[in-house]
């Protein structure tokens, strides 16, 4: 209480001091302009040129925080953006300056700038962790991520940022309204980035370095093993092993895939490929691929 006291003596006194200041130069200004021959004159050796005293006044926070509005529903998130960021300037310990950046973080979104999104967020999210509001703006951050979500041939460091905000939404906030949502995008974002490995694993595959390739596929039934990648993962995972000699391997991958996927394309695929060898689907026990398939749990 006493830090707060001070504070706002000290903002009180400063405040006073701005007003003198302002005060004090009004009153100047206006001696200057009574008087025939300005004193700016004498020391002007050009001539002519005046100086001109202005007073910015006060804007109040309410008529700030109302313009920003009105430049939203005016269709210039931007130009909120900038109204609602000098209202946390103007205002930085009163409660205007948690409702500037709550606003901020939403128009830098609508404007399409996630980068200032992402930075307002962890600003809110670090200062006023405990707000009502704390739910919305993480799911705010998520999605500033997401729509940062590149193609499968770049780096997915924005899908990965993406997965891991919403995951924070549904573990932190399970009842938030926005929770749904977030778990459907988590799907989205680990089937980005199980695909992401799946083109890694073919591209090692294609050039016969099985053990590579093998560390992708694996990586895609360890984590993304919900998504629509993981029957063609264990197949790839018969393809890597037979290359490598290892058939038990590639026996125990088909026969996971044939319980899980029995009617898929890749499974077919995969018992015509054993059986060109002349062998056929067939979980050994003790592999990797077993105990990684039954131990994974579904967000």
């Known amino acids: 209480m006493a830090d707060v006291e001070s504070g706002a003596f000290l903002s009180n006194g400063r405040n006073q001091l701005a007003h003198r200041s ?6 100047i200004a206006i001696a200057l302009s009574g008087s025939g021959c300005s004193m700016f004159d004498q020391f002007n050796p050009f001539g002519g040129e005046k100086y001109k005293m202005e007073v910015t006044p006060d804007v109040p926070a309410s008529k700030t925080y109302d313009q920003g509005l009105e430049k939203l529903a005016n269709g210039s998130p931007a130009e909120a953006a900038k109204k609602f960021t000098d209202l946390g300037k103007q205002y930085p310990s ?23 999104a992402e930075t307002s967020a962890e600003r809110y999210l670090k200062d006023y962790a405990s707000s009502p509001e704390a739910d919305y703006i993480l799911y705010l951050q998520a999605n500033s991520y997401y729509m940062q979500i590149p193609d499968i041939s770049r780096d997915q460091e924005k899908t990965a940022k993406a997965l891991e905000t ?7 906030y399970p009842k938030s309204e926005y929770a749904e949502d977030a ?14 490995e799946m083109s890694i694993g073919r591209f090692y595959l294609n050039r016969r370095n099985y053990t590579a390739a093998i ?19 264990l197949y790839r995972l018969v393809e890597a092993y037979l290359g490598l000699g290892i058939t038990e391997e590639a026996q ?10 029995p009617d898929s394309q890749w499974y077919h695929d995969a018992y015509d490929l054993l059986k060109g060898k002349g062998l056929s689907p ?12 039954h131990t994974v749990v579904p967000s």
């Open 183 to 196: 778990k459907y995008k988590i799907q989205v974002t680990q089937d980005q980035l199980g695909g992401k």
């Open 252 to 261: 125990t991958a088909a026969a996971v895939l044939g319980h899980n996927f």
């Open 94 to 116: 009163a409660d205007w300056a948690r409702k500037g950046l709550l606003m901020t973080t939403y128009a830098d979104y609508q404007a399409g700038d996630y980068t200032s």
């Open 282 to 293: 067939h979980d050994f026990g003790g592999s990797w691929i077993s105990t990684v398939w």
């Open 166 to 172: 919403f995951q924070a939404v549904v573990q932190k």
């Open 22 to 27: 302002i005060a004090s130069a009004a009153l």
């Open 215 to 233: 560390n992708r596929f694996r990586n895609v039934l360890q984590y993304y093993q919900t998504t629509r990648h993981a029957a063609e993962a």
